[in-house]
């Protein structure tokens, strides 16, 4: 096995998600860009999306990633917007566009144009999201968008599967699509429940981080597994499981945490960015299948497939945020109002994805009897098509259009205060706490011991408060800034004579790493306390 061309990828996927961050075209949108200029370079392996490795291995960790990054009780607060989208939407996007593509492409069989429905149905899950905590949307609509597309992708692989059926002549039915639909969805939630308690168990029982982070790593390919292995929804089992873990991750050994938090960001950053470059890369083998579509005529299935799934998602948005509200009580007392702004950012961020590339890939090349899947090559550009044109145009334009229209941003201000009150509380509980346990004999301590874990205290909760305080007029430094660079400016001449001894041969290389991972902890610390 040739391993170059993924090394290629990995690492050129990785330095253009870098250099993005750099400059005002989200990473996503520079990596399909770089990978669609970079298909036709002479040299460059072919890289095709094969759906056996996205569904099973990239899907199950990037959702693992997003949930556990998500709120579970902001979530539930959203529930009834989210099931809208991830379920209703999904659905009514499916019958429009395959009812839309039927219509308009001569020859194109109803089943087929289904088909093509259920694969461009749902949204991208890190596309809108990264764009929307990069211009700070509020949080009520980042948390819409990210509980839609925690499980979009379940009811679109779910529809497609209906819908297949019936295009390759198993004879499938509505009856038979609800009751497969039930039993994915039903069987995904309860695998994600026997799961998720017993394996918190174990994140909470064993004590080597080690062992721990590669259980981490496994658990989401786990319940994947599990779930498809009984025909229920993977994608359901990933997400329940991971709210568990992330609502729980308190719990778990600090040292964990710490250890599982920056494996798991390597793995998204990697992931993603590969993803991304991994759509642009796929024109050649798209445009190579197109066979007898091809020319004007092929240009304007696509431009119409697009405008389809773009105004199919505002027609639904639309009555879907502003309808409830009207006709129920409980819904108006429980929910903030929604205003046209938000339904309109909502319904704009609504860009496809690898999901949908992979679930294309993975239609047959024939249906019973030996015949080819009719429109095969056609429903894979429409595909290819439509996921370039919604992260270009969406894309593009979804930070100018936010600015636009003048979303109420996040409130620092207000979060640093509401930080300042908790972090207060906590530091006088563990005052109380403190002097409890020094007021037992057995817990005697010299008194410069004793104030210096108050001095710490003082210092937590001193540090959010000074995050507040105006900048320093001479550097424009605000306090936690100057504090987290005098600490590092202290820690590094720390290490700088730890390594002059351990060159002396004064110490040896193992208590060097020694001094020097306890370091690492305090300069971690010190940043942590100042931001």
Same mark, same amino acid.
């Not at 981080?209 to 259980?215: C, D």
């Not at 879907?320 to 938000?342: A, G, H, M, N, Y």
């Not at 019973?368 to 044109?389: A, C, D, K, Q, Y």
């Given at each position: 096995?040739?391993?170059?061309?993924?090394?290629?990828?990995?690492?050129?996927?990785?330095?253009?998600?870098?250099?993005?961050?750099?400059?005002?075209?989200?990473?996503?949108?520079?990596?399909?860009?770089?990978?669609?200029?970079?298909?036709?370079?002479?040299?460059?392996?072919?890289?095709?999306?094969?759906?056996?490795?996205?569904?099973?291995?990239?899907?199950?960790?990037?959702?693992?990633?997003?949930?556990?990054?998500?709120?579970?009780?902001?979530?539930?607060?959203?529930l009834?917007?989210?099931?809208?989208?991830?379920?209703?939407?999904?659905?009514?996007?499916?019958?429009?566009?395959?009812?839309?593509?039927?219509?308009?492409?001569?020859?194109?069989?109803?089943?087929?144009?289904?088909?093509l429905g259920a694969v461009v149905a749902p949204p991208d899950a890190v596309a809108a999201t990264a764009i929307a905590r990069r211009v700070g949307l509020p949080s009520r609509i980042t948390t819409i968008l990210q509980g839609e597309s925690l499980v979009n992708d379940a009811t679109a692989i779910t529809a497609y599967r209906v819908a297949l059926a019936a295009a390759v002549g198993?004879?499938?039915?509505?009856?038979?699509?609800?009751?497969?639909?039930?039993?994915?969805?039903?069987?995904?939630?309860?695998?994600?429940?026997?799961?998720?308690?017993?394996?918190?168990?174990?994140?909470?029982?064993?004590?080597?981080?080690?062992?721990?982070?590669?259980?981490?790593?496994?658990?989401?390919?786990?319940?994947?597994a599990v779930a498809e292995q009984v025909h229920a929804s993977g994608v359901l089992a990933v997400v329940v499981v991971a709210l568990y873990l992330g609502h729980r991750a308190w719990e778990v050994d600090f040292a964990t945490r710490l250890q599982e938090g920056a494996v798991w960001k390597m793995v998204a950053f990697v992931l993603e960015s590969s993803v991304f470059a991994l759509i642009g890369l796929q024109l050649p083998v798209v445009l190579e299948g197109l066979g007898e579509y091809e020319g004007l005529e092929t240009a304007w299935y696509a431009l119409a497939v697009f405008l389809v799934v773009v105004v199919a998602r505002f027609v639904w948005v639309y009555p879907?945020?502003?309808?409830?509200? *009207?006709?129920?009580?409980?819904? *108006?007392? *429980?929910?903030?109002?929604?205003?046209?702004?938000?339904?309109?950012?909502v319904s704009w961020a609504g860009m496809r994805g690898v999901v949908s590339l992979a679930i294309a890939f993975s239609i047959p090349q024939v249906v019973?009897?030996?015949?080819?899947?009719?429109?095969?090559?056609?429903?894979?550009?429409?595909?290819?098509?439509?996921?370039?044109?919604t992260l270009v145009v969406q894309g593009l334009t979804l930070?100018?259009?936010?600015?636009?229209?003048?979303?109420?941003?996040?409130?620092?201000?207000?979060?640093?205060?509401?930080?300042?009150?908790?972090?207060?509380?906590?530091?006088?509980?563990?005052?109380?706490?403190?002097?409890?346990l020094l007021a037992d004999e057995r817990n005697a301590l010299p008194e410069p011991l004793a104030a210096r874990l108050r001095g710490v205290l003082e210092r937590r909760r001193n540090a959010v408060w000074e995050r507040l305080g105006q900048p320093n007029p001479i550097t424009g430094e605000t306090a936690d800034d100057t504090y987290r660079r005098l600490a590092r400016e202290m820690i590094s001449a720390e290490r700088e004579v730890f390594v002059k001894l351990r060159d002396g041969r004064y110490i040896d290389d193992e208590m060097l790493r020694t001094l020097l991972r306890r370091l690492d902890l305090e300069e971690a610390a010190a940043y942590r306390e100042a931001t």
């Open positions: 096995m040739d391993v170059m061309p993924l090394l290629m990828l990995v690492a050129g996927s990785a330095a253009i998600a870098a250099a993005g961050r750099r400059t005002p075209v989200p990473a996503p949108l520079l990596l399909v860009a770089v990978g669609l200029a970079v298909s036709y370079v002479p040299g460059v392996p072919d890289y095709h999306l094969d759906p056996h490795i996205v569904l099973p291995l990239i899907l199950p960790p990037l959702l693992h990633t997003a949930a556990t990054d998500s709120s579970y009780l902001d979530l539930r607060a959203q009834r917007p989210v099931a809208l989208l991830s379920v209703g939407y999904v659905l009514f996007a499916t019958c429009v566009v395959g009812w839309a593509a039927y219509v308009i492409i001569p020859g194109l069989p109803l089943t087929a144009a289904l088909v198993e004879g499938a039915t509505w009856a038979g699509g609800i009751s497969e639909f039930l039993i994915a969805a039903i069987g995904g939630i309860g695998v994600g429940l026997v799961l998720m308690v017993p394996i918190h168990w174990l994140r909470t029982h064993l004590k080597e981080p080690l062992l721990l982070n590669t259980l981490s790593l496994l658990i989401p390919f786990v319940a994947y879907s945020t502003f309808l409830p509200p *009207r006709l129920s009580t409980r819904i *108006r007392e *429980r929910e903030e109002d929604p205003t046209w702004k938000d339904a309109f950012i019973e009897g030996g015949e080819p899947f009719p429109g095969r090559n056609l429903i894979l550009f429409l595909t290819f098509t439509t996921v370039i044109g930070p100018p259009l936010i600015r636009l229209l003048k979303l109420p941003g996040r409130d620092v201000q207000g979060e640093t205060l509401a930080e300042a009150n908790a972090q207060a509380q906590a530091s006088l509980a563990a005052e109380r706490r403190l002097d409890e």
